[in-house]
């Protein structure tokens, strides 16, 4: 069947300009999640989806940072007033719930501020 | 908080047995799960334990002891292909399984 899914693969933007990146998970997978990581380095969580309940959002590194989820399916993480620092690659991963300890990856998106 | 750690790089010949070691202090446990990261790539799933011991799988088998807060993985008979990041991740309270450790480099060579 088919994987999590991201878009764009990669996106190239200018300081200062906000950007939205796309997540689809695996249908039917109830939990979603963002990390990002920054080359040769280890996964940052940024947000947590489960279900209908409010996300953990403890990991979002400023509030120009905002992330949603709608009809329970497709996500969009969104970064506003891009700075040099968010050049990363950001992945989306999902899973059947909080009952799941395995998490299914996307391909991720790479991000480069200029 | 919390608190995880991995040897930064390991490297090994084809053929050979290598271990990747993980200690964590957190805040609640659930249990410990394995990642692998080609370059390139996304973190693929490769195990979990629940329980204390070891579970197999393949080529692979992870271990975890819950008194000592370790858990490794071990990879035999290694492959070129083997060659990737691996990253442990505690599975801290039931859902919130969004921790990862720094991740291990391995290189295997001819």
């Known amino acids: 069947g088919a994987g999590v899914s991201q878009s764009p693969s990669n996106k190239v933007t200018e300081k200062g300009k906000d950007v939205e990146l796309r997540c689809d998970p695996i249908?039917?997978?109830?939990?979603l999640y963002w990390y990002r990581q920054s080359l040769g380095q280890g996964l940052e969580f940024l947000i947590y989806?489960?279900?209908?309940?409010?996300?953990?959002k403890s990991g979002l590194p400023s509030d120009r940072f905002s992330a949603e989820r709608t009809g329970g399916s497709v996500s969009t993480l969104t970064i506003q007033r891009t700075q040099q620092e968010d050049s990363a690659v950001y992945l989306c991963a999902s899973s059947g719930g909080s009952g799941s300890s395995e998490q299914y990856f996307g391909p991720g998106t790479r991000l480069t501020v200029t | 908080g919390q608190s995880l750690e991995q040897p930064s790089e390991v490297t090994a010949v084809e053929g050979a047995i290598v271990q990747i070691n993980c200690t964590y202090q957190t805040s609640g446990f659930y249990g410990l799960s394995w990642y692998q990261q080609h370059d390139g790539g996304a973190p693929t799933f490769l195990s979990y334990?629940?329980?204390?011991g070891l579970e197999e799988t393949g080529r692979f088998s992870s271990f975890l002891s819950r008194s000592d807060s370790y858990g490794y993985l071990l990879l035999q008979e290694l492959q070129m292909k083997d060659s990737a990041s691996y990253f442990c991740?505690?599975?801290?309270?039931?859902?919130?399984?969004?921790?990862f450790g720094p991740g291990t480099r391995l290189s295997v060579l001819p």
């Open positions: 249908s039917g997978h109830t939990a």
């Open positions: 334990n629940g329980l204390d």
């Open positions: 989806f489960q279900g209908n309940s409010a996300p953990d």
């Open positions: 991740a505690p599975w801290l309270n039931y859902g919130q399984n969004f921790v």
